[in-house]
């Protein structure tokens, strides 16, 4: 599969529309304003996988894990596993080009009509239906979702969801097989819908640690190939602090991952924009709004609130009668003859039955990653013997529990007690009480007795027939318990940004425009929100298709808006490319220069006025060359070059670079004994004003002259236009310090280092 993302140093200053964020909502607004012909960048956060780089073993799923707890950020900021501890509810959400998609179970649900009667949904919002009901189905479209096709060659009954039914039966309750994004059909030549590479779905049970298969349905293979296809310029890496206006732009301020410009304490980087869509998601999306607003955006004094966790409840049916199988495969080579398959294959749906809807609750089976297998007959048989019920007695039932314990405990996950494990994830109705607020710039969550909710005591009671249903030891979330509050976990947070009719009820109008006060029903020109952040209420089941299908409508509704046309015709064909690239090894390092310059003639006495005149100069820069060997030997090898410039006399404000260039040892035909380093790089003000810096190093071939000044000082000229001579606003002197050296050496970065092939095959 081809990558989707560029390199950063590719970003251009300025876009007409720049999404934030990469899950549901940000790829569908990529896929949709791409398609209608809009110049779109999107900025996320995290890293790109390609399928076969998710963890697959412990050891990788720890190095992919990041926890952000009151006091102590530990992990990789962009690793995959995003886990958000607080005193009263963690939340777990994914971090990588396509958002949580990539780690969530796939599901595709409905929520209950009557939630659209709550009172918390805008008026105008539900006077449209039809178009919210015509997202429905472009979503399903797009996400190719369909239930699991059992009893079909090559997918065979699955022993979680045959015991799902006999649970259902038990509980004279219903059981539905949901859509799930999951492909379960051999392509033409493995191309999918979007042109991308992809096999059907292998049973593994991995999908919530990475579908390594490619078979899941994720934005990553569905809305931003289609983004990518129609033009749609994808950055990662790139965490989006905040946002301001300025004049009729929107800056978009972000610090590009793994360059090391932090160790210089670099400014963040920015990019302009028309429109801009915040899809960070619920968590991301009230952080970038919340530290904006500290920063002077004016908004509502909503942001934060209404908060929920969907009820989510994550339980186990521990040691059960039957055998289950809900353990993924991961690196593991056993035989499997009845394989996990995908995550949730199953609803146990309680809402049709129950008359105020507030009290029906979805019910699914699940599957644990394989990469958790070697850890899970320890802690099940610790677990469920400190908090464990076992819903079932006798002296042979007991004989028969602790034998395959033991079998588990000897033998590993695949066999015994864990082999007989039934995993639920529940989802129901809260009361979306929760405040979201910052904490030493960190987002923090507070809701007080969230895990004594009523929600959650109905939803055990359940968890407990169903355990009982199949003869097991009913087991809680090891952090749910007395102790800690009876604190949960969601994977399903929702809110803080919500919708509402003006800005005393919400943060958002119907169409997802940001209000631009406290109060009243004025809108910020060109600002959106787009994800979970913006729906008003828990929704009792999965909300991708909800959250998706809101995002499809208001999508369309910006774009007729501003008269702008576009169609969701599938298929959509990848654009060409050769069928692999070479990566050779390259190179990367930043480096900090500092002086002074001012109007002259000469670089000495530009360098001497401008340091009276206190015009100095700052950039931080990172250049990076895909290519070692050939930045070595050729001339005109082109590095690229990205990063920030503080310089006074030009901006009050740090200027942004982009459409960079370098050059190392350029031969000067006028003096063979010498050659240079050469820079070229634009700079971008935040009201739009542009500069040029053209800059050389002068490196002297003589030994015995002092290379350490050659290789530390930077000739400058600063100019509106490099074509013009005319243009030219001053020029001057960087150098760098000894201190900023010896920080530019702890950045330098191999790349490529084994020199591996890159697929790039689009057919």
Sequence with gaps: MRRLSSPIQDIKSNYSVVIIGSGYGGGISASRLARAGQNVCVLERGREFLPGEFPDTLAEALDELQMDSKNIKIGKDEALFDLHTNEDINVLVGCGLGGTSLINA?????????????????????????????????????????PYPENTPNFPKLNKLEAMKTTAQVLHEKIVLPDIAVNFKT??????????????CNLCGDCCSGCNNTAKNTVHMTYLPDAKNHGAEIFTQAKVSH??????????????????????????????????????????????????????????????????GNSDVLAFAYN??????????????????????????????????????????????????????????????????????????????????????IESLLRGAYHGATQ?????????????????????????????????????????????????????????????????????????????????????KGVVNHKGQVFNSHQGTGVHDGLYIADGSIIP???????????????????????????????????SSAQLADDQVALKPG??????????????????????????ENSSFKFTLTVTSNDVEAMLKDPNHQAAIHGTVIAPSLSSDPLNVTEGVFNLLVKDPSAPETSQMKYLFKMTAENGDTYYLQGHKVLHNDPELDSWSDTTTLYITITTDPKQSDAVIGRGILKITPENFMIQLQTIKVLQAKNTVLSQNTH
């Design 420 to 504: 007989h494990l039934q995993t639920y994830l529940v989802m129901g109705h809260d009361s979306y009480s929760g405040k979201l607020y910052l904490e030493n710039d960190r987002i923090r969550i507070d809701w007080p007795g969230m895990g004594n909710e009523p929600s959650f005591n109905k939803i055990e009671k359940k968890l407990i027939a169903a355990t009982k249903s199949l003869g097991g030891t009913f087991v809680k979330n090891p952090i749910t318990n007395p102790l800690t509050g009876n604190d949960q976990i969601t994977v399903h947070p929702l809110g803080g940004c919500r919708m509402g009719e003006d800005a005393s």
């Design 106 to 146: 796939n599901v595709l649900n409905e929520a209950d009509a009557r939630v659209f009667d709550a009172v918390q949904w805008p008026l105008e919002f539900l006077k449209d239906k039809d178009r919210f009901a015509q997202g429905i189905e472009k979503t399903r479209m797009m996400l190719a979702a369909s």
């Design 587 to 612: 190179i990367q390092f930043t480096e900090t220069m500092i002086g002074f310059f001012a109007s002259s003639e000469r670089y000495e006495t530009g360098f001497k006025l401008g340091e009276v």
């Design 243 to 308: 946002i301001k206006k300025q004049g009729d732009k929107w800056v978009v301020y972000y610090a590009s991952g793994g360059t090391g410009k932090d160790k210089f304490g670099a400014p963040d980087k920015f990019v302009l924009a028309d429109i801009v869509i915040i899809a960070a998601g619920t968590l991301g999306s009230n952080e970038i709004m919340l530290r904006s607003k500290q920063k002077g955006l004016d908004c509502s004094d909503e942001i934060g609130k209404n908060f929920t």
């Design 187 to 200: 392509h033409s030549r493995n191309i999918n819908h979007v042109g991308v590479e992809q096999m059907p």
């Design 320 to 405: 059960t009668d039957p055998a289950i199988n809900s353990i993924g495969r991961g690196a593991s080579e056993a035989e499997f003859k009845n394989p996990a398959g995908p995550c949730i294959t199953s609803v146990i749906d309680t809402r049709q039955s129950v008359t105020d809807y507030k009290d029906g609750i979805n019910m699914e089976e699940g599957a644990l990653p394989g990469c958790l297998a070697p850890i899970l007959p320890k802690a099940f048989s610790i677990i469920s013997t400190l908090t464990g019920q076992d819903t079932d007695t006798g002296l042979h039932d007991e004989s028969s529990e602790k034998k395959r314990e």
């Design 537 to 571: 209420t828990a929704l009792g089941t999965n909300p991708l298709l909800t959250i998706s299908a809101i995002c499809e409508r208001n999508v369309e509704i910006l774009a007729e808006e501003r008269h702008w046309h576009f169609d969701t015709d599938l298929p």
